[in-house]
């Protein structure tokens, strides 16, 4: 099927647009969390450091910033939080210069083995900026539209939430105005796997992580894009 010259000029002004948007994006945290049933007595900074994952200086800063109760564990160093609860381990950055790291680590605490190990979640946070002066206005004029089903949103004021069932797993988007500026929309995509989706991979999660790291975050940042240009379009 041929495409009108003018649909198609449209589209590529589209992806132009969203190209800038992206470039114009603060990214502020990523993070990978795993459920299942886990021991947070068990993730105390110096079993990290004796799983090669954190150095002398790093053990030193995270065990100034820890918490600690019956069921949860928490400390953090750099731009790095771990947390532990009986039902979720999970590890974010402030920094997506630190990815890389997320996974080392995280791909050397399922190397331990012996883990329960029931879902898969990747979450992506970013502060798009907009062509709105007051974003908060702009998405009471937008979700006033309800342009969005009942089996996909969940709609409050100046705030959205959608999910939806995507190639690479379940996706979760919220949507509300960003603290940073009054310009700005606070936009959290989470891709979550099954454990039956992930299958005979589960084996080797580590790699698997691993391997789909690149691909959930290329999601995230199409879905932004399209984000961007819904908001524009308030």
């Given at each position: 099927m041929e495409v009108p010259f003018t649909e198609l000029k449209s589209f590529k002004q589209d992806v132009i647009k969203m190209d800038a948007t992206l470039a114009e994006t603060e990214m502020t945290n990523t993070s990978i969390v795993l459920a299942g049933a886990f021991t947070p007595a068990l993730h105390h900074p110096q079993w990290y450091q004796s799983l090669g994952v954190l150095s002398g200086a790093e053990l030193e800063e995270a065990l100034s910033q820890i918490a600690l109760s019956p069921f949860s564990t928490t400390f953090s160093w750099g731009t790095f939080t771990i947390s532990c609860t009986p039902q979720q381990w999970a590890i974010i950055t402030s920094?997506?210069?630190?990815?890389?790291?997320?996974?080392?680590?995280?791909?050397?605490?399922?190397?331990?083995?012996?883990?329960?190990?029931l879902a898969v979640g990747y979450n992506y946070i970013s502060h798009v900026k907009t062509g709105k002066e007051n974003i908060l206005s702009a998405m009471d004029a937008g979700l006033a539209l309800n342009r969005f089903g009942p089996d996909d949103a969940s709609l409050q004021r100046c705030s959205l939430t959608l999910g939806r069932k995507s190639g690479i797993g379940f996706m979760t988007i919220k949507l509300e105005p960003s603290v940073t500026a009054s310009s700005r929309i606070f936009v959290s995509v989470n891709i979550e796997l099954k454990k039956e989706e992930i299958g005979a991979r589960v084996a080797d999660l580590g790699l698997?992580?691993?391997?789909?790291?690149?691909?959930?975050?290329?999601?995230?940042?199409?879905?932004?894009?399209?984000?961007?240009?819904?908001?524009?379009?308030?």
């Open positions: 920094s997506p210069d630190e990815n890389e790291r997320v996974i080392q680590i995280t791909k050397r605490f399922l190397e331990t083995g012996a883990l329960s190990i698997f992580v691993e391997e789909q790291f690149a691909t959930f975050e290329a999601a995230a940042r199409r879905e932004i894009g399209k984000i961007a240009l819904l908001v524009e379009g308030w």
